[in-house]
C-alpha cells in the first residue's frame, strides 16, 4: 500500500482520487509522496521512501526543488487550476482601481448611524467618482494560464487589449482572442497602456530582456503614461517598492493592486492590498487538490511525469510488464550506457522514451522480463544516475 502524507488540509475531492489502495493522512510516516499547500518544507528532511511532492497550486517557493531534484525527488504543481480564481480577482482589482467602492463603503459605515444618511450620500458620492474601464488599453505581461483568460474577458468588456510574452504556447494562442494585440516587447506594454497586469514568473537574471525580478523600476515607470495603473498578481518582487512608492507619490502610478502585501506596500498611499485572495475560492481549491492528486498517482502507478518544477515532462502509455523510471543528469551516452547494462543483464527493451530540462533528465523503459535488485543496483551505479525505480 502507497502512503501519501498531507501536510495541509486538502479537499476531500482530491484525496478520493487515492482510492482504497493508499494510505492517505497527516500522520502518515515514511510517505511515497507528499501533498502540500502552503507549509513550508525547506527545513524538513525527507525519508529515503520519499518519491514526489505536489503542490496544491502554482507557486514552489516553499519546497526546497533543488535538494530534491538531488535527491530523485519529482516535484509538481498545479498549473492553471486556480487560474479562473485570479483572473477573477485582477479584474475585481482593476476595477476598484478605477473605482472609490472601498471609500465609499468605509463612508457609509462610519455615518451608519445617521438618520439621514439617505439623502447625505447624494450630496457625498461625488467624492467617490471613478472611471470607467471599457474603451481604456490593458496591456499584459505574461499570456499563460492566468494573462490569456484574462485577455480575453478584458476584450468582453471593451478593452483594448495589449499582450507580450514570447515564450507563449501554440495551445495557449489558440484559446487567445483575435482581438488581443500583440506587443513585440514589455517596453511597448509600458508606453500604450492604461492598466498594466503582470503574469510572470519571478527570474533574477541581470538581463533586462530576461529577468523579471524589479521588472516595474524607475525606468520602466518613466515609459508610462501618467495615472497608470498597476496590476501585480504574480509575484511581490516584480516591483521595486522604492521606485513605486515615489511614482504613487508623484502621480504617475494612479494605483498599485496587488495580492502581495509586504511591510512596505500595506500601509503606501495608493495602493490597494489584498491578503493573496487569488486561489482562495472553493472552486481553485478543489482543482487544485484533485490535479495534484492526478498527478501523483500518474507518478506513483505509471511514471509519467506532467507538470513537475524540477524535472521534465515525459510520458508514455504502461501496460504489461515492468517500467523502470530512471531520473539521472543530462549528460552525453546515458541512453547507451542503460541500454548496454540492461543487455549485459539479458534484459530486452520493449520501449523508451527520454526527456531533458536543464541539467535533469527523465528515461522510461519498458520491459516484459523480470528486473533484479542486483540490475537496478547496476543502473544505480552509473555515474550520473540520481535514482531508478520499478514499477509493476
Known sequence: MKK???LN???KCGTNIFGSVYNVGESVENPDAIMVRSAVMHD???GANLKAIARAGAGVNNIPLDKCAEAGIVVFNTPGANANGVKELVLCGM????RDVVGGIEWVRENADDETIAKRVEKEKSKFAGTEVAGKTLGIIGLGAIGGPLANAAVALGMDVLGCDPYMSVDAAWKLSRSVHKADTREEIFAKADFISLHTPLIDNADPKVGTKHMINKETLAMMKDGVVILNFARDALVNDDDLEEALKSGKVRKYVTDFPNARTAGMEGVIAIP???????ESEDNCAVMAAEELVAFLETGNIKNSVN??????PHHDGIRLVILHRNIPNMLSHISSTLADNNINIENLTNRSKGDYAVTLVDVLSEVTETTIGSIQSME????VLKID
Request: hydrophobic fraction near 50%.
Open 9 to 11: 488540509k486538502i479537499a
Open 276 to 282: 493573496h485572495l487569488g486561489a482562495s475560492t472553493e
Open 44 to 46: 524538513m528532511e525527507f
Open 4 to 6: 501519501i502524507q498531507l
Open 95 to 98: 476595477l476598484l482601481a478605477c
Open 311 to 316: 524535472y521534465p515532462s515525459v510520458e508514455m
Open 384 to 387: 550520473g544516475i540520481i535514482r
